[in-house]
């Protein structure tokens, strides 16, 4: 499975857009980029999942360029509500494996 | 929004005991998953199960564990002698591949505190 790397944490002021990046080097060809959110004692949820180019759902935008080593996600806009753990995640079948994430903190 | 439903949220049981989680998943997914977190630790993978039977399964999911799926709804985890260290947070999740991409995911309950005493 592919590993993947991403900032432990990063900070942000409320209105701002937040891009996390992660590297993924070893992606495969069938795998997928994932983005998920945990905020403390709860499951994580799904945020985004895209292949390759741009993918835009109602809560996130997802960046692959064509090399696929890498994604951004992108978060417009944010408020004191986003902060949480942010994972990505290569998806190969049916398993997600999880990161230690990075701990986005949105202040006022 | 569907949601994922876990029961109970807390449960402390004696080492050596039994105990069952249980997960009512989203009503037309058919694909289902338990994963637990320790606390302050990654959220580790255990099993999945499509078609009433296990798909794949971790190291950690071992012959302590077992999955069922009894009926038509509900999804359940059972640790037969519960250890200290399987004290953990244990989500479940379940998934449907009938979306577009970018919004297909997992949907994941909001998990049982298990602790081991």
């Known amino acids: 499975l592919a590993k993947t790397t991403q900032p432990i944490s990063m900070d942000s002021y409320e209105g701002q857009e937040v891009n996390i990046t992660c590297s993924h080097n070893?992606?495969?060809?069938?795998?997928?980029i994932t983005w998920y959110q945990q905020f403390p004692s709860q499951g994580p949820r799904f945020i985004i999942q895209?292949?390759?180019t741009k993918v835009t759902n109602e809560v996130a935008s997802l960046f692959i360029p064509a090399d696929r080593k890498s994604s951004t996600l992108s978060l417009p806009r944010v408020s004191l509500s986003d902060t949480a753990v942010y994972y990505c995640?290569?998806?190969?079948?049916?398993?997600?494996?999880f990161g230690t994430g990075t701990r986005l903190q949105v202040f006022p | 929004e569907p949601e994922v439903t876990q029961t109970p949220s807390h449960q402390v049981t004696q080492m050596g005991q039994e105990v069952i989680l249980r997960c009512v998943p989203i009503s037309n997914h058919l694909y289902f998953y338990w994963y637990r977190q320790i606390l302050g630790q990654k959220v580790e993978f255990l099993v999945s199960?499509?078609?009433?039977?296990?798909?794949?399964k971790s190291e950690i999911f071992d012959d302590q564990f077992s999955v069922e799926r009894p009926d038509g709804s509900n999804f359940t985890l059972k640790i037969r002698s519960t250890k200290l260290e399987d004290s953990a947070m244990y989500f479940c999740?379940?998934?449907?591949?009938?979306?577009?991409?970018?919004?297909?995911?997992?949907?994941f309950g909001s998990g049982t505190r298990l602790t081991v005493v």
């Open positions: 999740a379940s998934n449907s591949y009938d979306r577009p991409i970018a919004n297909y995911g997992y949907t």
């Open positions: 895209g292949y390759k």
């Open positions: 070893n992606i495969a060809t069938n795998d997928y």
């Open positions: 995640l290569v998806v190969k079948a049916d398993k997600l494996i």
């Open positions: 199960f499509y078609n009433n039977e296990i798909s794949e």
